[in-house]
């Protein structure tokens, strides 16, 4: 029994001995591997520091105390973790690590200079957490360069290296202070603070989800002979879905420069609400700078990284107090900002619930959306604008612009920013935009104290010849108050009308097979008083008379033939109005004016019929129409003979009753 006591002894020294050499052999082991890691970094030029180092073999955690590394450029990029715990540590391979759970406590980087108008930016988060975690052996190369966009491309290709379950940051708070280029005053600067940071399943340089809860500034400037202004702001509920991180990292790689292919970077953004205010000592609110919106949602948001390198772009803008460019560089600027423009593509955007102060009222817009699509706006819409103009309230149900090529219009400053632009040269902004559409805006008139209502105000405008369109719509119905005081507007205020309303709706287009030109529909209601509706038609139009070369179209226009004309015109009153006031004027009865009338249209007839029975009869339907109230004259004519449009119309000036008889004249009336 006693030999086998001390055999059961021996072997426990003999196990605790070897257990305990194992733990010394890896705790020296992953020392050796801490050191070379921290040694790879100081070979390049970096400082790189760390405190203890202690292993549980058992839980196979790694804790290193007092992580410090320092970058080798000047001015340098500071980074400081107070520990850095890694639990069911593995080796996957030579050159990547997994861990079950790590934490950072009490993290702190730190750049100086990152641009030009920030002299000092720092970040702290107290904890961070990763679970699941995949990634390299090595501490990553600190960038070469402090620069903004080095320390993006850094972020970028860190976060494309790793995987992860979740990343989850309770607080980051942040403080800069402002460079003497920034012009903000001496101490100026401003803090940011993140809370509830949360990452979810990043993995292959992409991440299902990203969430923070809210994220609130504070900003201080003292201009040079201005008061102190603080600015402070909120954003809350901040989601994002589907992100690219190799893609965005894309913007940044001198490598991807004629990579031509779309990259999707994300999938949807939603913000809100967001608010932000200013203030200046002994100042009341700024205004302008009272802001909150409700919501923002950004969908399928693309890059194209040969048209985006920002690198490139940024590198071109001289710093501040730097001499003004000159038209050259001005010109290159704008070239790269529309290549930019051009390169983005936004499926749907939405901001929704927009209010700010401003002196004169609150100003609220209920949404604007827009997309983007290689620098082109699909349609910007703004809708529920309710303001305040010097006159009385604005409100407008509805403004769009249908399509705004914003690539083309950059690029077009840029060639109009040496020299003021010729007619035929801003014709090519037309083509930028394909049409305007206004709805529900009532609008004060003068000081009137009565509103301006535009039910709908809707022009369109395509099938572009050159840069003139072949194509155009106009939609309009609207009332305005009418004003005693404007001489033009006397007539009708003297019948006793006090408002107009106008409904009408005109179209033309052009036909390149049959070189024909049409107005059609076009027709005008004016309530109360009459409505007409008219077409018209032109032959043999060529190309060339949609040329922006003035001499050229002109030149055109004299092959252009008259065509079918037709007009309806039914009486609503105009005709009642137009003899009283005839009245008026005369010192007359009512019925000894429209005789007078009758006589006069009768004697003119008689002098341009030369015996032409069309022309008689025309004579005599427009009698009936003004002779009997509430009836609608309908005129045709058509060309008995092909008949050069301008030269018609120079008949029309000279010799009225030749012009006529070139058209068969139809004319009749009926109630």
Same mark, same amino acid.
């Given at each position: 029994m006693k030999k086998i006591l001390l055999g059961l002894v021996a072997v426990a020294v003999l196990a605790a001995g070897g257990y305990f050499g194992l733990d010394f052999y890896a705790q020296r082991r992953v020392t050796r591997d801490v050191e070379a890691a921290f040694e790879q970094v100081r070979a390049n030029g970096a400082k790189a520091s760390h405190g203890k180092i202690a292993l549980d073999t058992r839980s196979r955690t790694l804790t290193i105390s007092d992580i410090a590394?320092?970058?080798?450029? &000047? !001015?340098?990029?500071?980074? *400081?973790? @107070?520990?850095?715990?890694?639990t069911g540590l593995g080796q996957l391979d030579a050159g990547r690590i997994s861990a079950d759970n790590i934490a950072f406590n009490d993290v702190e980087i730190g750049a100086t200079g990152p641009t030009a108008t920030i002299a000092i930016l720092?970040?702290?988060? !107290? &904890?961070?957490?990763?679970?699941?975690? $995949?990634?390299?052996? #090595?501490?990553? &190369?600190? !960038? =070469? #360069?402090? #620069?903004?966009?080095?320390?993006? *491309?850094? @972020?970028?290709?860190?976060?494309?290296?790793?995987? =992860? $379950? /979740?990343?989850?940051? !309770?607080? /980051? #708070?942040?403080?800069?202070?402002?460079? @003497?280029?920034a012009h903000a005053g001496d101490g100026a600067g401003g803090t940011f603070d993140y809370s509830g940071l949360v990452i979810e399943n990043l993995k292959d340089g992409k991440i299902a989800s990203s969430k923070t809860d809210k994220v609130a500034f504070r900003i201080n400037t003292q201009p040079q002979a201005g008061k102190p202004v603080r600015m402070t702001g909120e954003l809350a509920n901040i989601a994002t879905t589907d992100i690219d991180v190799a893609a965005m990292a894309a913007m940044f790689d001198p490598a991807k420069a004629n990579d031509d292919r779309d990259y999707r970077v994300q999938g949807r953004v939603s913000v809100g609400p967001y608010v932000i205010s200013a203030k200046a000592d002994g100042v009341a609110a700024m205004p302008g700078l009272n802001m909150r919106i409700e919501g923002v949602t950004v969908d399928d948001v693309k890059i194209n990284p040969s048209r985006m390198q920002l690198p490139a772009l940024l590198a071109m803008i001289p710093p501040q107090g730097s001499a003004p460019p000159s038209p050259a560089q001005a010109r290159e600027v704008l070239e790269?900002?529309? *290549?930019?423009?051009?390169?983005?593509?936004?499926?749907?955007?939405e901001i929704r619930g927009l209010s700010v102060e401003t002196p004169e009222g609150p100003f609220k817009l209920s949404s604007v959306r827009f997309n983007l699509e290689h620098g082109k706006i699909g349609e910007l819409a703004i809708e529920g604008l309710d303001a305040r103009a010097p006159n009385g309230p604005l409100k407008v149900g509805r403004f769009a612009l249908k399509s705004l090529d914003l690539a083309s219009l950059m690029r077009l400053s840029a060639q109009f920013a040496a020299q003021k632009p010729s007619p035929e040269q801003a014709l090519a902004l037309l083509p930028l935009i394909e049409g305007v559409e206004v709805k529900g805006v009532t609008s004060p008139y003068k000081a009137t104290g009565k509103p301006v209502n535009i039910d709908v105000l809707s022009l369109d405008w395509g099938q572009f010849v050159g840069s003139i369109p072949s194509k155009l719509r106009l939609v309009a119905k609207m009332a305005a108050p009418l004003d005693a005081a404007d001489p033009q507007q006397q007539v009708l205020a003297a019948a006793g009308i006090d408002r107009m309303a106008v409904d009408a709706d005109l179209g033309a287009v052009w036909t390149e097979a049959s070189r024909s030109f049409a107005l059609e529909p076009v027709k005008l209601d004016m309530a109360g008083l009459l409505n007409a509706s008219a077409k018209v038609a032109l032959a043999n139009v060529p190309r060339e008379a949609f040329s922006a070369n003035a001499a050229e179209a002109m030149g055109a226009a004299a092959q252009?033939? @008259?065509?079918?004309i037709e007009l309806a015109v039914h009486d609503l009153g105009a005709i009642d109005l137009a003899i009283a006031q005839y009245a008026r004027s005369q010192n007359v009865s009512r019925d000894e004016a429209r005789n007078a009338v009758l006589d006069g249209i009768k004697a003119q007839g008689e002098a341009m019929s030369g015996g032409s029975a069309d022309v008689t009869a025309l004579v005599t339907a427009i009698s009936q129409f003004i002779e009997t109230p509430g009836q609608t004259l309908v005129i045709k004519l058509t060309p008995r003979a092909k008949a050069p449009a301008l030269q018609l119309m120079q008949l029309l000036k000279t010799d009225p009753p030749s012009a006529l008889a070139q058209f068969k004249i139809e004319a009749s009336t009926g109630l």
């Amino acid at each position: 029994m006693k030999k086998i006591l001390l055999g059961l002894v021996a072997v426990a020294v003999l196990a605790a001995g070897g257990y305990f050499g194992l733990d010394f052999y890896a705790q020296r082991r992953v020392t050796r591997d801490v050191e070379a890691a921290f040694e790879q970094v100081r070979a390049n030029g970096a400082k790189a520091s760390h405190g203890k180092i202690a292993l549980d073999t058992r839980s196979r955690t790694l804790t290193i105390s007092d992580i410090a590394t320092e970058s080798g450029t &000047q !001015p340098p990029i500071n980074v *400081r973790i @107070a520990s850095l715990t890694l639990t069911g540590l593995g080796q996957l391979d030579a050159g990547r690590i997994s861990a079950d759970n790590i934490a950072f406590n009490d993290v702190e980087i730190g750049a100086t200079g990152p641009t030009a108008t920030i002299a000092i930016l720092t970040y702290k988060a !107290p &904890q961070i957490t990763v679970k699941d975690y $995949s990634g390299p052996a #090595s501490l990553p &190369q600190l !960038p =070469a #360069s402090s #620069s903004l966009i080095e320390l993006y *491309r850094f @972020a970028f290709a860190q976060v494309a290296s790793i995987n =992860a $379950s /979740l990343v989850t940051i !309770p607080t /980051l #708070s942040g403080t800069m202070t402002f460079s @003497a280029a920034a012009h903000a005053g001496d101490g100026a600067g401003g803090t940011f603070d993140y809370s509830g940071l949360v990452i979810e399943n990043l993995k292959d340089g992409k991440i299902a989800s990203s969430k923070t809860d809210k994220v609130a500034f504070r900003i201080n400037t003292q201009p040079q002979a201005g008061k102190p202004v603080r600015m402070t702001g909120e954003l809350a509920n901040i989601a994002t879905t589907d992100i690219d991180v190799a893609a965005m990292a894309a913007m940044f790689d001198p490598a991807k420069a004629n990579d031509d292919r779309d990259y999707r970077v994300q999938g949807r953004v939603s913000v809100g609400p967001y608010v932000i205010s200013a203030k200046a000592d002994g100042v009341a609110a700024m205004p302008g700078l009272n802001m909150r919106i409700e919501g923002v949602t950004v969908d399928d948001v693309k890059i194209n990284p040969s048209r985006m390198q920002l690198p490139a772009l940024l590198a071109m803008i001289p710093p501040q107090g730097s001499a003004p460019p000159s038209p050259a560089q001005a010109r290159e600027v704008l070239e790269k900002v529309a *290549r930019l423009y051009s390169g983005a593509g936004i499926g749907n955007a939405e901001i929704r619930g927009l209010s700010v102060e401003t002196p004169e009222g609150p100003f609220k817009l209920s949404s604007v959306r827009f997309n983007l699509e290689h620098g082109k706006i699909g349609e910007l819409a703004i809708e529920g604008l309710d303001a305040r103009a010097p006159n009385g309230p604005l409100k407008v149900g509805r403004f769009a612009l249908k399509s705004l090529d914003l690539a083309s219009l950059m690029r077009l400053s840029a060639q109009f920013a040496a020299q003021k632009p010729s007619p035929e040269q801003a014709l090519a902004l037309l083509p930028l935009i394909e049409g305007v559409e206004v709805k529900g805006v009532t609008s004060p008139y003068k000081a009137t104290g009565k509103p301006v209502n535009i039910d709908v105000l809707s022009l369109d405008w395509g099938q572009f010849v050159g840069s003139i369109p072949s194509k155009l719509r106009l939609v309009a119905k609207m009332a305005a108050p009418l004003d005693a005081a404007d001489p033009q507007q006397q007539v009708l205020a003297a019948a006793g009308i006090d408002r107009m309303a106008v409904d009408a709706d005109l179209g033309a287009v052009w036909t390149e097979a049959s070189r024909s030109f049409a107005l059609e529909p076009v027709k005008l209601d004016m309530a109360g008083l009459l409505n007409a509706s008219a077409k018209v038609a032109l032959a043999n139009v060529p190309r060339e008379a949609f040329s922006a070369n003035a001499a050229e179209a002109m030149g055109a226009a004299a092959q252009i033939e @008259a065509g079918a004309i037709e007009l309806a015109v039914h009486d609503l009153g105009a005709i009642d109005l137009a003899i009283a006031q005839y009245a008026r004027s005369q010192n007359v009865s009512r019925d000894e004016a429209r005789n007078a009338v009758l006589d006069g249209i009768k004697a003119q007839g008689e002098a341009m019929s030369g015996g032409s029975a069309d022309v008689t009869a025309l004579v005599t339907a427009i009698s009936q129409f003004i002779e009997t109230p509430g009836q609608t004259l309908v005129i045709k004519l058509t060309p008995r003979a092909k008949a050069p449009a301008l030269q018609l119309m120079q008949l029309l000036k000279t010799d009225p009753p030749s012009a006529l008889a070139q058209f068969k004249i139809e004319a009749s009336t009926g109630l």
